[in-house]
């Protein structure tokens, strides 16, 4: 599996060089050859004395100038993946100097050194613009945090034996606050790496929800914390029952609310939001939605052998938005909507969205009878996004979706969309009974078909 | 269900049914579907639309602040129509009953306390007579609002 971003690609590239040594050295009988497997596979099996490896690097760190980097990157392994994305920014040249650097160090077999010359290191590394990865500096220890988990485990597994106390050293060195603070040398540090970014989120959002409750909570404590503040005599009102008619008031008027919500909540679909914006939004998208419907209704109520003709809406209750529908008599819509839609697919939509594009251009009226006969319509995306947002399960009238600029959006088929960018209603009759909205559309200014 | 609403002949469903149906079948017979000329067809469209929110705010009449200021708009709009003169007239007393609504729900625009401002102002321009209401009152219009919407969108009269 190849990494897919540019860390990946990074840790990918200086892992490959600083991984084959200690594979060749330190691993004679192991996993050799499946090197780019091993980099990936988080079952990394540190079977030999990597120990000796870890000693090795951070003992051969600090001897060697910086001036030496350049030398021993020039040649490079024969299967090694040189750097390809050299139009990163500067760190990633300092990582390859790293990971050179080290490679050098393990070569050489130099002397002593102490974890603080690699914490030195690190923090050089810290201090590139933008990036984090410093992963030749740990040689193979840290890792680029949020994203590479896998890596991280593959760079993790091979020192945990030994040098632990160095690696932690190395980590609470590099940085706490992009690896979401210090991190365990433990076996499962995918898993320790996914806890701290969902801790977060989860964190954030229960502050979120939180707040709510802490707005609630608060006022009915404020509420409590004014009792005493104004006399010592009067009694301490408990919480949740202030003596201050004001604040009873206040509390009454928020409890009717919440019980008008919570009322709200069951007629609204998808009303399984916490948040009472959230809530509200939902239910103003509803309100949207089935005015829109009965618009489209009372259109298709047209009826009879109207055949189509286009129809400017009102123009000041959409505020300014030109929604140009067609409805079709029922009749006609019904066979429509039945018939040979299913078998429309994307050629002859973008056939039919060419021919109704040079209709609309010479003639509104024969575009939309154009349309009606494949029991289309036109409505403005910001409309249609509305429906299709609004609600998810079957519903009687099925709306096509158009733009109200030149460019149609087309799509007939009522039962199963051949693109899932678009969504696709057709107007049926409330008789039908089996409308159903599909996809969503998910650009809403976009017009083109993928 | 086991009952089914529109058996019932005093629930809003079966109100709303007969006097949309009613309606309907006098906007049928009053028009042949002759032109299909825009303007034409606009027309009927627009008058289908009106039988439709005139019919669901007569099946609540004056019950609900959003059915009497619907009433009230369809009413001062057809007035409109019919005579320019009249308008202001109508105007005038409808103005009356509204400000007595709003006076009860006390100050248009109002700092709830709760902090939805935004999205209560957005559920007041959807509302029909939302301007005038309070959170309190605009939710609970909102819901028997919602309810008649879904009636009448799933009424079982076809279009046929």
Request: glycine share 10%; aromatic share 4%.
């Amino acid at each position: 599996m190849q990494p897919c971003s540019r860390e990946m690609q990074a840790m990918n590239s200086l892992l490959s060089p600083t991984q084959q040594i200690p594979l060749q050295d330190l691993q004679p009988n192991g996993n050799s050859g499946t090197h780019q497997a091993q980099i990936h596979n988080p079952q990394f099996d540190p079977t030999s004395s990597h120990d000796d490896f870890l000693d090795q690097m951070l003992s051969t760190l600090p001897s060697c100038p910086w001036s030496d980097l350049k030398s021993p990157w020039d040649p490079p392994k024969s299967d090694e993946t040189p750097p390809s994305n050299h139009d990163n920014n500067v760190g990633f040249h300092y990582d390859e100097i790293l990971a050179s650097k080290l490679r050098q160090h393990q070569i050489n077999g130099g002397g002593g050194g102490t974890t603080a010359a690699m914490k030195m290191m690190m923090q050089q590394q810290m201090m590139l613009p933008g990036r984090l990865i410093a992963a030749a500096g740990g040689g193979g220890l840290t890792m680029p945090l949020h994203n590479d988990i896998v890596d991280g485990s593959s760079f993790k597994s091979p020192n945990q034996q030994g040098g632990e106390g160095s690696v932690q050293a190395l980590y609470n060195g590099f940085g706490a606050g992009s690896l979401h603070g210090t991190n365990n040398q433990s076996p499962n540090q995918p898993q320790h790496f996914h806890h701290p970014q969902g801790g977060n989120m989860q964190t954030q959002s229960f502050g979120a929800t939180a707040g709510t409750v802490m707005n609630q909570s608060q006022a009915s404590g404020s509420t409590t914390g004014g009792a005493p503040a104004q006399l010592k005599q009067r009694v301490r009102a408990r919480r949740g029952q202030a003596t201050d008619p004001h604040s009873i008031a206040e509390r009454l008027r928020r409890e009717r609310i919440a019980e008008r919500m919570k009322a709200l909540q069951e007629l609204v679909p998808n009303a399984n939001k916490t948040d009472k914006a959230s809530m509200l939004d939902e239910i103003i998208d509803y309100v949207k939605f089935l005015q829109l419907q009965v618009k489209v209704l009372s259109m298709s109520r047209l009826g009879g052998a109207a055949a189509v003709a286009p129809l400017v809406a009102d123009m000041p209750s959409e505020g300014g938005d030109c929604v140009q529908t067609t409805a079709g008599g029922g009749g006609s819509l019904q066979r429509n909507s039945n018939g040979n839609q299913p078998s429309a697919n994307n050629d002859s939509l973008t056939v039919t969205e060419h021919q109704v594009a040079k209709l609309m251009e010479e003639d509104m009226g024969s575009a939309m009878q154009y349309l009606q006969g494949k029991g289309l319509c036109l409505m403005p995306i910001s409309l249609a996004t509305a429906i299709s947002t609004a609600t998810c399960h079957s519903r009687n009238p099925m709306i096509n979706k158009g733009s109200s600029s030149n460019h149609p959006l087309l799509q007939s088929n009522g039962d199963g969309p051949s693109s899932p960018s678009m969504s696709v209603l057709t107007v049926q009759s409330a008789t039908m009974g089996n409308g159903g909205l599909d996809g969503s559309a998910k650009d809403a200014a976009s017009v083109s078909k993928p | 269900m086991n009952n089914p609403h529109h058996l019932n002949p005093t629930s809003l469903k079966s109100r709303f049914t007969t006097r949309f149906l009613r309606a309907l079948t006098k906007i049928r017979a009053q028009k042949p579907i002759s032109s299909s000329s825009p303007t034409e067809i606009f027309r009927r469209y627009r008058r289908i639309k009106v039988a439709a929110d005139k019919s669901m705010a007569y099946s609540v009449r004056s019950r609900r602040i959003w059915s009497r200021a619907m009433l009230w708009k369809l009413r001062s709009r057809s007035y409109r129509r019919q005579d320019p003169c009249s308008g202001r007239r109508s105007g005038k007393t409808n103005q009356a009953i509204m400000k007595k609504s709003s006076n009860e729900n006390t100050t248009t625009r109002r700092e709830d306390g709760v902090g939805f401002v935004e999205e209560a102002d957005e559920l007041r321009q959807l509302v029909p007579g939302g301007e005038t209401m309070n959170l309190c009152n605009l939710l609970d219009e909102t819901a028997h609002y919602i309810k008649c919407l879904t009636t009448q969108l799933f009424s079982p009269i076809g279009k046929g």
